[in-house]
């Protein structure tokens, strides 16, 4: 399924290592998705606009660390338009394009909302167990 991917042309340090930055990103987005407080209907449209922030500001990231591994990439901003509600829906009914990025963001997406569902007073009592 994904034997066409642009992940598939770097070298296996070079996935390794995006392996790692997509890692890092996503576990820092789930954590802020925990940590949002208040009424539920707060949280998942906190969970939205993480969402949403994430897909529409992550590509510079991912560039950065492109120039890193790649010679000769042009520094530059490649942020585009903030994406429309749609392009969100399109990523969590994974109908969006079919390659390692989109599914990632849209398994990312479902877990942000997950997350922020969880209730606080259920991760704290299980810490303390």
Known sequence: MYTQDSF???SAFGQFGLT???LILAAFTLL????????????LLGAGVL?????WLSPQVYY??????????????????PPVPRQIAELMMFAGPANLSAH???LLIWGVFLAALVKKSHLRRNAAN
Do not use: D, E, K
């Not at 802020?32 to 949280?43: E, F, N």
């Not at 969402?51 to 897909?55: E, P």
């Open 20 to 22: 790692v930055v997509s």
């Open 8 to 10: 598939f042309t770097l």
């Open 64 to 81: 950065s660390y492109y120039r890193m591994i790649i010679a000769n990439l042009p520094a530059q901003w490649v942020i585009g338009t």
């Open 104 to 106: 990632s963001q849209g």
């Open 32 to 43: 802020i998705a925990v940590r949002v407080h208040g009424h539920w209907l707060l949280r």
């Open 51 to 55: 969402a949403w922030g994430f897909v």
